[in-house]
């Protein structure tokens, strides 16, 4: 059974840096063709697309949020590591990662991070 | 970047029509496109892929068509679980990936 799990901080003041991890089980992201992806959707709003890492490395961002934006991979831990810089409020947002395999297969439940000073 | 244009942005319908969302790429992504089901305080679930693929256990009533920069999701009778918001989403090899604005099925 394939399961992904978004963790962090609910609550992060503006100007400073998101960490969010994505744990995941029952797929190895050393597997051709396989990738993991970070998603968000603001309250209310549509859902955007961040930032994607495939099995080789390889590393895509959304050219909107390109600069702010770090995706990484522990494959030994089964983990993808997203960081966002300078925090706004605008980018309060339910953050999801989701297994790439064709498309998003797979989503985790999500996590709410609030941006308020 | 490849910008998707999903039409209407509200839908309301009954039990039993038939349901169709648009959604329209800025360029050719020849078949790179899914469509996802999202209920309020869930994730999205995947329901097409490549187009017009149905994802394992998503009922028949959904269907996928489309290529190139046109797309269609047709539900073919609005079953009472069906209402939600629809999202289409491109995946073309090259370059990022991008949603679709959102088509939010009501009760009519």
């Known amino acids: 059974q394939i399961t992904l799990k978004e963790s962090g901080p609910t609550l992060v003041k503006p100007t400073q840096t998101l960490t969010l991890t994505c744990t995941f089980s029952?797929?190895?992201?050393?597997?051709?063709?396989?990738?993991v992806g970070w998603i968000r959707q603001p309250p209310g709003k549509a859902l955007e697309w961040l930032a994607l890492?495939?099995?080789?490395?390889?590393?895509r961002y959304s050219p909107s949020l390109k600069s702010r934006l770090t995706i990484t991979k522990d494959t030994s831990k089964n983990q993808v590591v997203l960081t966002m810089t300078n925090m706004d409020p605008v980018d309060t947002a339910t953050y999801y990662c989701a297994l790439l395999a064709g498309a998003f297969d797979i989503w985790g439940q999500g996590t709410m991070v609030t941006v308020s000073s | 970047d490849i910008q998707m244009t999903q039409s209407p942005s509200t839908l309301s319908a009954s039990v039993g029509d038939r349901v169709t969302i648009t959604c329209r790429a800025s360029q050719s992504i020849s078949s790179w496109l899914a469509w996802y089901q999202q209920k309020p305080g869930k994730a999205p679930k995947l329901l097409i892929y490549?187009?017009?693929s149905l994802e394992s256990g998503v009922p028949s009533r959904f269907s996928g068509s489309g290529s190139g920069t046109e797309f269609t999701l047709t539900i073919s009778s609005l079953q009472p679980d069906d209402f939600a918001t629809y999202y289409c989403?491109?995946?073309?090899?090259?370059?990022?990936?991008?949603f679709g604005g959102g088509t939010k099925v009501e009760i009519k």
């Open positions: 890492i495939y099995w080789d490395d390889d590393k």
């Open positions: 490549k187009a017009s």
């Open positions: 989403q491109q995946y073309a090899p090259v370059g990022g990936l991008t």
């Open positions: 029952g797929f190895s992201l050393s597997t051709s063709g396989v990738g």
